[in-house]
């Protein structure tokens, strides 16, 4: 009984500082994700800055003196799912085969890059985007770029740890 009992404290215990490792990780993400919006808008000429961030969504405000091209505003939109995208790609393939830090790059793309990407997703920064007039097909295309990549690299890490080690 004290064996079982030790076994489920133990998880407990991982189980919990799995979901603040997570949580934290996460967060820090949204504001990464924030703060290149704010980045890109001031680098094009914008007063700008991180109107709320919380654990899964932030928003930025800026605002262009004068008249700028249409562009701005969706470079400034999807700027961070595609800086993002590149940051946990060069963490998944160079910080070392079974790291945890790949792991942590695959939440990044999950939760930073993927749904902000989604182009149909209301208030997405690829839709946004889309909607001041960058051109659809360009984002769709960037957009199942990203998701190819990440399910590529999804199962090359369940099929490297699971199903190759145990049949075959």
């Not at 995208?85 to 060069?90: C, R």
């Not at 910080?95 to 830090?101: A, D, K, Q, R, V």
């Not at 001041?132 to 199942?144: R, S």
């Amino acid at each position: 009984m004290d064996r079982i009992v030790k076994k489920l404290a133990t998880a407990l215990m991982g189980i919990c500082v799995s979901a603040l490792i997570g949580i934290t990780f996460t967060h820090l993400s949204t504001q990464t994700h924030e703060l290149i919006h704010v980045l890109v808008s001031r680098v094009l000429g914008a007063e700008s800055g991180i109107s709320s961030l919380v654990l899964y969504t932030g928003s930025t405000s800026y605002e262009f003196s004068g008249e700028v091209p249409y562009w701005y505003d969706a470079v400034v939109a999807m700027s961070p799912p595609i800086v993002l995208f590149i940051v946990a790609l060069g963490i998944w393939l160079f910080m070392g085969e079974n790291s945890l830090i790949r792991i942590l790059a695959i939440i990044m793309m999950m939760y930073s890059v993927l749904p902000s990407s989604f182009p149909l997703l209301p208030g997405s920064d690829f839709s946004f985007a889309i909607s001041k007039g960058a051109n659809p097909i360009f984002v769709w295309l960037v957009w199942f770029f990203m998701n190819g990549v990440f399910y590529w690299l999804l199962a090359e890490e369940v099929m490297d740890r699971r199903l190759f080690e145990k049949n075959f």
